[in-house]
């Protein structure tokens, strides 16, 4: 639309003034309109009178906003009565973003724009929200998560013989496992050390990540479930539920390293200084588990057997990932694609800072965080689009 748009609050009202030349050459007729809606649903609300002009005329718009408490996008077009309203082609229009509070307008901003402008706008915004919430929401519940998460790792084993120390003897009873079906039973040997406490070094550096992992991604689909109070009758943040679950399997993750790093004290008589990398592996470890976390909780309020479904695929994804076996045992043709997925990107990376004394090969870190980013991001926006139907479902 020509010329400078002005615009204006009548003081203490809900009346927007906005003037601007009309659209097109002169003594043309044209319809001029203006349509509302709500800002952050993006519902239609109302429209208002269409003002017949002549193109290049000044045009004095009066817009008053509803009285309800609110956030308000108006929209001013000209209207074809023949194809409909030219925003809605594709062509500019004026937006008036503004709140309502106290029967008062608050104009937050204004101008000309096009509906395609608007998409990348909210794209970008939407993307800087998928970062800022979740981080926003963990800070401000981070006592309630902190809280959770030692009632969860307590609650668990409670009441029986061995308490709290399951935490400890779970990760290691299920390491010994494989250890002895990989290590003893099928002589499995990982590199240039073939002895088995080689194997056991390099089987165990990549049950590390797999442990938080695997543990998260289990017991995300049924999280919501178990805490259907919180969402039926709470006032309750329930984005922090997933959080609380990959934070818990840290704890676990923790327990085992410290009985790893124990191992390796006295097997190899010390840490290597490559393991101060651990912070650029668990950083992205974290996100990758948490967005899956969320997209699985998520999903598993209205598909009620994932939970049967991920204990299959966990197990058919560990057996896929070069854990308990060597990559070069794997068939050419699929070693390219099955080493690629991200937790093998974290076993190997866990093996270098521990075993190897080196840095994670930066080409695969790079990724490794793109990866855990597009995953937070996404399992994020997926559990905020569903959540206002879980109560419904539940």
Not at 88 to 106: E, N, R, S
Not at 150 to 161: K, M
Not at 165 to 172: E, S, V
């Amino acid at each position: 639309m020509p010329g400078e748009p002005t615009f204006a609050l009548d003081a203490g009202s809900r009346v927007v003034r906005v003037r601007f030349t009309a659209p097109g050459s002169g003594g043309d007729p044209i319809v001029i309109g203006y349509q509302i809606y709500d800002a952050d649903g993006g519902m239609f609300l109302q429209e208002g009178e269409w003002q017949r002009v002549q193109g290049g005329e000044a045009v004095d718009l009066r817009v008053e906003l509803p009285p309800e408490r609110g956030h308000y996008h108006v929209f001013v077009s000209p209207i074809d009565e023949a194809t409909g309203w030219a925003y809605q082609l594709g062509k500019p229009f004026l937006l008036i973003d503004a709140d309502v509070q106290g029967g008062q307008a608050t104009l937050i901003r204004a101008g000309e724009t096009t509906l395609a402008r608007q998409r990348v706008r909210r794209f970008l915004s939407n993307v800087g929200l998928a970062f800022t919430l979740p981080l926003l929401s963990m800070r401000t519940n981070r006592a309630l998560i902190r809280s959770m998460v030692r009632r969860d790792v307590l609650a668990r084993y409670r009441g029986s013989f061995g308490d709290v120390l399951w935490t400890i003897l779970n990760p290691l009873l299920l390491m010994s496992t494989y250890f002895f079906v990989f290590g003893i039973v099928l002589q499995s040997r990982f590199g240039p050390d073939n002895s088995r406490t080689g194997f056991a070094l390099y089987f165990l550096t990549g049950m590390l990540p797999w442990l938080a992992f695997s543990e998260a991604a289990g017991r995300a689909p049924h999280v919501l479930i178990e805490h259907r109070n919180f969402i039926k009758k709470l006032v309750f943040p329930v984005e922090i539920l997933p959080v609380t679950q990959t934070l818990a399997a840290l704890v676990t993750q923790a327990f085992a390293m410290g009985v790893f790093l124990c191992g390796l004290v006295a097997i190899r008589h010390g840490i290597p200084l490559t393991a101060l990398w651990l912070p650029v592996l668990l950083i992205p470890q974290v996100m990758f588990t948490m967005g899956a976390a969320w997209f699985l909780s998520a999903l598993g309020v209205f598909m009620r057997d994932l939970s049967q479904i991920m204990g299959f695929a966990l197990t058919l994804w560990f057996f896929l990932t070069p854990i308990c076996y060597p990559e070069a045992s794997l068939p050419p043709s699929v070693a390219g694609l099955l080493t690629k997925n991200p937790v093998y990107v974290l076993v190997r990376g866990y093996r270098a800072i521990f075993l190897e004394g080196t840095a994670p090969e930066f080409h695969s870190l790079w990724k490794l965080w793109l990866v855990a980013a597009v995953v937070f991001v996404l399992g994020y926006a997926w559990f905020h689009k569903l959540r206002k139907s879980f109560a419904d479902v539940i």
